[in-house]
């Protein structure tokens, strides 16, 4: 990480009281992967849900 963004993540962890910048960061990937989990989740539901109507009608 360069000096730059290592400053950017330790003013945002001051910003959100956090101690430890690595707190931040773990935080912010954890939400990130569970955002894109259920984007994933209901592009598959839908998926599945046109899958089974184009096979009923047939």
Known sequence: MDD???DRVVACGGLAENRDPEDLYIA??????VIVA?????AIVKLWQH???CRSRA
């Open 4 to 6: 730059e963004r290592g």
């Open 38 to 42: 259920a984007a994933v989740y209901v």
């Open 28 to 33: 912010v990937w954890l939400t990130i992967e």
């Open 51 to 53: 899958y089974k109507s």
